[in-house]
Each structure stands twice: as C-alpha cells, then as structure tokens.
Nanobody, 126 residues
Framework: QVRLVESGGGLVQPGDSLRLSCAAS????????MGWFRQAPGKEREIVAA????????YYEDSGKGRFTISKDNATSAGYLQMNSLRPEDTAVYFC???????????????????WGQGTQVTVSS
C-alpha cells in the first residue's frame, strides 16, 4: 500500500556526515508519523529517531542525541535523517518506517509501524 525507499547510505570515515532520505509513495504522507531504525550485524534492530506527522515532536535515542536530526517534508512526501560526527559504532543497516497517525505523536517501537523500507547500509570506518 505504502512504499518507502531509503537512499543516501555509504562508506564514510569517522567524523564525517551523511544524510539519509526516505521517499514515500503515499499522497497522504502529511498524515503519517515516521521513524528511523538501525540494525548492526549480530544485533537487534533499534530505534534511532522518530517524528510526529507534522514534524512538531521528535525523539532521539541517546546514541544519536546531539549528532542526528530527523526531519520530514510533507510537501514532497520525504523523510530525512541527518547524521553528523559519525562513529564506527553507527555502522548498521538503516531503515525508515511510517504509520498513519490520528494524533500528532511520535512512535518509538517497531510494532507501531506498518510500513518499512528496504534499508540502506551505512559503514563508518577508517
């Protein structure tokens, strides 16, 4: 029903920046809350950041606070994750997720999201 496509991943050095994009197929994207998750090899998928449908409310996991910024452009049906000061421990496959939201709140659990992208690889290495 709703397709999400991530892009922008790649190989970078520690301290570099990267901007991930998430293109959504739905014209109702202004009604969707969005989140970014990541999964490193051998580890469970974890929350990185989340944003409400209007973009007024955001959440960041401790690991990304002060370094990552989640945003949403409802005019173009796209979500973003700006990552600065990248560290080797940020290496993972990053997924965007979305769900229809009645209220203007964000969601931090995987089960809250109905739609997922295919993931984009981020590798931070010297």
């Amino acid at each position: 029903q709703v397709r999400l496509v991530e892009s922008g991943g790649g190989l970078v050095q520690p301290g570099d920046s990267l901007r991930l994009s998430c293109a959504a197929s739905t014209a109702l994207f202004p009604m969707y809350a969005m989140g970014w998750f990541r999964q490193a090899p051998g580890k469970e998928r974890e929350i990185v950041a989340a944003i409400s449908k209007t973009g007024d409310s955001t959440y960041y996991e401790d690991s990304g606070k002060g370094r990552f910024t989640i945003s949403k452009d409802n005019a173009t049906s796209a979500g973003y994750l700006q990552m600065n000061s990248l560290r080797p421990e940020d290496t993972a496959v990053y997924f965007c997720a979305a769900r229809y939201a009645v209220t203007n709140k964000y969601f931090t659990t995987q089960t809250a999201y109905a739609y997922w992208g295919q993931g984009t690889q981020v590798t931070v290495s010297s």
